[in-house]
C-alpha cells in the first residue's frame, strides 16, 4: 500500500534534516519552512521518507 505523507507547518522549525535525508518527498516551501512535495510516497523513496520522520526533531512529519 502507498503511504501518504502530511506534515504540519506549525510544528516544523525548518532545521532541514528531512529535506537532507529525502529530497524527492520533502523541499522548502516559499515560508522558509518545508513542505512535502507529494501526497503519496513512491515506493522508491519509502525507507528515506521514513528516515526524515524518524529523524524530524518536532514530530511535524506522518508517513502512514
Ligand atoms: S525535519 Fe521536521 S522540523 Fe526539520 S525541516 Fe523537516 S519537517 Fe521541519
Known sequence: MPK???LDKDLCIS???C???CPH???W???GK???LVDTVPAEHEDAA???EAACPTGAIRIE
Open 4 to 6: 501518504k505523507v502530511t
Open 15 to 17: 532545521c532541514g534534516v
Open 19 to 21: 529535506n537532507a535525508i
Open 25 to 27: 518527498v520533502f523541499d
Open 29 to 31: 516551501d516559499d515560508d
Open 34 to 36: 518545508m513542505k512535502p
Open 50 to 52: 521514513l528516515e526524515a
